[in-house]
T-cell receptor
Framework: SQQGEEDPQALSIQEGENATMNCSYK?????LQWYRQNSGRGLVHLIL?????REKHSGRLRVTLDTSKKSSSLLITASRAADTASYFC????????????FGDGTTLTVKP | DTGVSQDPRHKITKRGQNVTFRCDPI?????LYWYRQTLGQGPEFLTY????????KSRLLSDRFSAERPKGSFSTLEIQRTEQGDSAMYLC??????????????FGPGTRLTVL
């Protein structure tokens, strides 16, 4: 079964707006990663956040992690049409030796 | 480009045939993972290797599936007697694990399998 669950399943915004996606998980983790996937292609790694970190930034991306609530969020600021993709969170559970458990993703559409 | 590569990118086969996919990880990475992804869902873990040792296999990996990483570099995933339900994208990823601290997994472009 999938551990991570993204919310919402689909999100449609205008270019320039911010997009926020959430991820909830069930068990203790070592780290959580966010990936982007364009239609029919492989996954592109965006950010890894470790369990002892609360926030990380990378360009227009901001990821937060709340281990007490077992949740994470991905914020994309000033969105562009090229950000249109599916976004997945993946958790590396404690004791699971690095294998990742993915949610079913949030499909983001950015309208020009 | 020294990223993860997979071959072939697309494979169409008839039910009952055997297929084999290859993954070449990033050269210094000691861990290699296989995932399967169906339309509208996230990738599901199949198996992973630490160097040449296969350390874990998912219950999703039936006895028709076998994976190898003979020299701790490239890996192959073979599906015997394919079924229509095997149609999916097969993704390979690699990472560097040091001092029990796992780093980012980098994914290849995937092999899309269609079983007719």
């Amino acid at each position: 079964s999938q551990q991570g669950e993204e919310d919402p399943q689909a999100l449609s915004i205008q270019e320039g707006e911010n997009a926020t996606m959430n991820c909830s998980y069930k068990t203790s983790i070592n780290n959580l990663q966010w990936y982007r996937q364009n239609s029919g292609r492989g996954l592109v790694h965006l950010i890894l956040i470790r369990s002892n970190e609360r926030e990380k930034h990378s360009g227009r991306l901001r990821v937060t992690l709340d281990t007490s609530k077992k949740s994470s969020s991905l914020l994309i600021t000033a969105s562009r049409a090229a950000d249109t993709a599916s976004y997945f969170c993946a958790t590396d559970a404690f004791g699971n030796a690095g294998k990742s458990t993915f949610g079913d993703g949030t499909t983001l559409t950015v309208k020009p | 480009d020294t990223g993860v590569s997979q071959d072939p990118r697309h494979k169409i086969t008839k039910r009952g045939q055997n297929v084999t996919f290859r993954c070449d990880p990033i050269s210094e990475h000691n861990r290699l993972y296989w995932y399967r992804q169906t339309l509208g869902q996230g990738p599901e873990f199949l198996t992973y290797f630490q160097n040449e040792a296969q350390l874990e296999k998912s219950r999703l990996l039936s006895d028709r599936f076998s994976a190898e990483r003979p020299k701790g570099s490239f890996s192959t995933l073979e599906i015997q007697r394919t079924e229509q339900g095997d149609s999916a994208m097969y993704l390979c990823a690699s990472s560097l694990e040091q001092l029990a601290k796992t780093d980012t997994q980098y994914f290849g472009p995937g092999t899309r399998l269609t079983v007719l």
